[in-house]
């Protein structure tokens, strides 16, 4: 207090001597009194951290020893009571003292206890406890509630209440309670005793000034910032911001949304929990952690997923390897990787595959059980469809010490991710206020949610907890179910950007080279696959094309998958066209200059083939042949020649019916055939030696007349696209 003269600080001081002298006068600090049993659990260690926030000291009661109150999911909690009268007994008698009682698992702090103290002062009452909308356990006891003005909160929730220590002892010894007998009854019924109320001056908090419970109220309560930017409950409806809330039955997990942000967890656009109990440096690289692989459907691009998994960054000979593969498509990859594994440090490997006809959750079981032979520290699980991008994720999902952790990964571009914001009333997925703000990443932190799969990082002893096995649902959600059912709490984390998800939606492992189908649906990881590695460079402005020849120009496209995927996919159709004139593919049934050749919509490629001329030919074509511009470029033919000395083996000259043409090389000069190439007469130019994955780029209809040179051993394959023809 600053001892400053001035009216005001004159009378701001009184004040305080005043509260002071009354506090000195009801003995020591405030008691506030919590039971807990398990003190391990999520939900208790974020209440000791509110109160901590707020400079309260909390007394627990029945911790470290067994519950004694029943299941809480029903009635219960009689031993609540019993436990509190017997820590009052010394306080029996104090009427100065004040003492408030709360739940622990499911109650978060909001204020300080001068703040608390004003409003309980306010309610000019000896006692006052929350109050609800549900007249619980027992609603025949409605009628016997007095009557209140207004549309407000009328029956007692028990979950939290204060009052001076003489009362509040009052009504605990005013009758018998066994400890598994109901609690909210109990004192429902201390406040229905009208003498008893009327002596204790027990008052309900109607209009949740201190208490919140959220139960039956989630419209009305909302998180909300402040201009300090703290963020702080707001009771719609009353105008009220409450001091303690409740996350009472059902509302558990908007308490846990909630609970992300309020009680200075998220502070300023920062989390501030994400900063709390981080494992040191020099320790994270310790655990022994069993990394357990799921490939329980097919999946595009798994040897990428596999390659990231052997490069993550993590000491070898700690990491035990399980994989589970359930896809008979993918043995061979499997296996491969599995022996590559093996030639490793790892500590050790196992692989089930389809052949052991293992269920998805029995195989996820089988994990957790070798996880703990193995002794391991941590489970991490990574689904098939999980690319973990950031070869650092382990690492610092291990810092940041939480018991279930999951990285947010989400399908590029979509909204699609492995974390739910929410729970539908069924247990399916609802989308919260924050998902989409998660998902894009316009706030950042590591979040309580109900729901996550695919990937997370588990501490081993929770591992004799977990389950994947519930009937009619799937293993994912029966894991999820579960952790909700005993309160642990799963977090995911989208503080770093870990990787992303491949959609494997429309992957047809019937097809020929599968994954060459699925630039609509994983664009990121085709290109990747597919597109030449010095392919972007030639869209910088200070790159200059090569040109061979005059107005021919040369260009890295697809790398040597790109090229051999084309081939076999060709080749497995096999379809090739007779060479002759008469062309039924063609509308008018005639080819003037015929190849044998495969037209990319025999193969079902048509639609593909046109984005891949929008998204990578177009803006090769804008950089040469300036001025011209044509969105989307359209194209009718576009096919795959085949040359070979003993069937076509080269082209007479003509021209092309297109404003510019593609000719991709899919095949090595020299190599996989000799002789070849093109010459474009009017100019005299050929090109002899084309590069495989390279396309030349030349105008179609008047200038470029040419030819295709005879291949005199071996086969010739190009890829060709008559341009907006
Ligand atoms: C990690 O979390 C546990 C609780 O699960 C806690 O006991 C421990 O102190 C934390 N470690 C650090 C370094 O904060
Ligand atoms: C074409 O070029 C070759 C050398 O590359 C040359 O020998 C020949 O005379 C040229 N023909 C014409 C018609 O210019």
Not at 90 to 119: C, G, H
Not at 378 to 405: A, G, K, Q
Not at 603 to 617: D, M, R, S
Request: charged fraction near 25%; hydrophobic fraction near 40%.
């Amino acid at each position: 207090m600053k001892a400053t003269v001035g009216n005001f600080t004159l009378w701001y001081t009184f004040l305080y001597l005043f509260n002071h002298c009354e506090s000195i006068s009801g003995n020591e600090a405030p008691l506030i009194f919590t039971v807990a049993s398990d003190g391990a659990k999520d939900g208790y260690q974020r209440f000791l951290r509110s109160a901590e926030q707020y400079d309260l000291d909390v007394v627990t009661l029945g911790l470290g020893k067994p519950w004694k109150g029943g299941d809480m999911n029903f009635r219960g909690g009689g031993y609540k009571v019993n436990l509190l009268k017997e820590a009052l007994v010394p306080y029996k008698n104090d009427e100065n003292r004040i003492i408030m009682f709360t739940d622990s698992y499911d109650v978060i702090f909001l204020a300080t206890w001068p703040d608390i103290l004003e409003k309980f002062q306010n309610f000019k009452a000896k006692v006052v406890f929350a109050a609800e909308n549900f007249c619980w356990p027992d609603a025949e006891l409605k009628t016997k509630y007095p009557e209140v003005d207004g549309d407000v909160q009328k029956y007692l929730n028990s979950g939290m209440f204060m009052g001076y220590a003489a009362n509040i002892w009052k009504i605990l010894e005013s009758a018998k309670i066994k400890d598994t007998e109901d609690d909210q009854l109990f004192y429902t019924n201390a406040f229905l005793d009208m003498k008893l109320r009327d002596e204790n001056q027990i008052k309900l908090d109607h209009k949740s000034l201190l208490f919140q419970n959220l139960n039956g109220n989630i419209g009305d309560v909302s998180v909300t910032i402040n201009k300090e930017g703290e963020t702080k409950l707001l009771n719609k409806k009353y105008g009220t911001n409450p001091s303690v809330v409740h996350g009472n039955g059902p509302s558990k997990l908007i308490l846990n949304n909630f609970g992300n942000y309020i009680a200075g967890a998220y502070m300023d656009g920062e989390c501030i929990t994400c900063l709390e109990n981080h494992i040191p440096e020099n320790e994270r690289q310790s655990f022994n952690v069993l990394i357990a692989l799921f490939i329980e459907s097919p999946t595009p691009f798994l040897e990428e997923f596999l390659d990231k998994i052997l490069a993550h960054n993590y000491p070898k000979e700690k990491i035990h390897i399980f994989v589970h593969n359930r896809v008979e498509y993918h043995s061979e990859l499997v296996n491969k990787f599995l022996e590559h594994a093996g030639n490793e440090k790892y500590a050790s490997v196992k692989g089930l595959n389809f052949r052991d006809g293992i269920s998805e959750a029995t195989a996820r079981e089988l994990a957790v059980n070798r996880c703990l032979t193995k002794k391991c520290d941590y489970l991490f699980v990574v689904d098939s469809d999980v690319h973990l991008d950031n070869l650092d994720t382990l690492i610092e999902l291990i810092m940041f010490n939480r018991t279930i952790l999951a990285p947010i990964i989400t399908r590029i571009g979509g909204v699609w991710s492995n974390f739910w914001g929410a729970l539908s009333e069924k247990g399916f997925y609802a989308r919260s206020s924050d998902y989409m703000s998660i998902v894009n990443n316009e706030i950042r932190g590591i979040w309580n949610v109900p729901f996550i799969s695919s990937c997370y990082l588990i501490k081993a002893k929770i591992l004799n907890q977990l389950s994947y096995t519930k009937a009619d649902v799937d293993a994912d959600m029966a894991f999820a179910e579960h952790l909700r059912s005993q309160d642990i709490f799963m977090f995911a984390s989208n503080l770093n950007d870990y990787g992303h998800l491949i959609n494997p939606d429309t992957f047809d492992i019937k097809k020929t080279r599968p994954e060459f189908y699925e630039l609509f649906s994983n664009k990121f990881d085709w290109e990747k696959r597919f597109i030449h590695d010095e392919y972007w460079a030639q869209l910088l402005e200070e790159t200059v094309p090569k040109q061979p020849c005059t107005d021919v120009y040369w260009f890295p496209i697809g790398k040597d998958i790109f090229s051999d995927s084309m081939i076999d996919i060709m080749e497995a159709f096999g379809k090739w066209s007779d060479g002759t004139n008469s062309d039924t593919r063609l509308q008018g049934g005639y080819e003037a200059v015929p190849t044998r050749d495969i037209h990319m919509n025999q193969v079902g490629l048509e639609a593909l083939w046109l984005k891949f001329l929008q998204l990578y030919i177009k803006p090769l074509q804008e950089k040469v042949f300036l001025g011209y511009f044509h969105d989307p470029p359209r194209s009718l033919m576009n096919f795959v020649v085949r040359y070979r000395p003993d069937e076509q083996p080269f082209l007479r000259p003509h021209h092309d019916s297109s404003t510019y043409t593609i000719n991709i090389a899919l095949n090595r000069a020299g190599i996989d055939y000799e002789g070849g190439g093109v010459n474009f007469l009017r100019y005299n130019c050929s090109i002899l030696n084309p590069e495989k994955g390279w396309l030349f780029m030349h105008p179609g209809r008047l200038t470029h007349f040419h030819e295709g040179l005879r291949v005199t051993k071996g086969t010739r394959y190009i890829m060709v696209s008559f341009i907006d023809p």
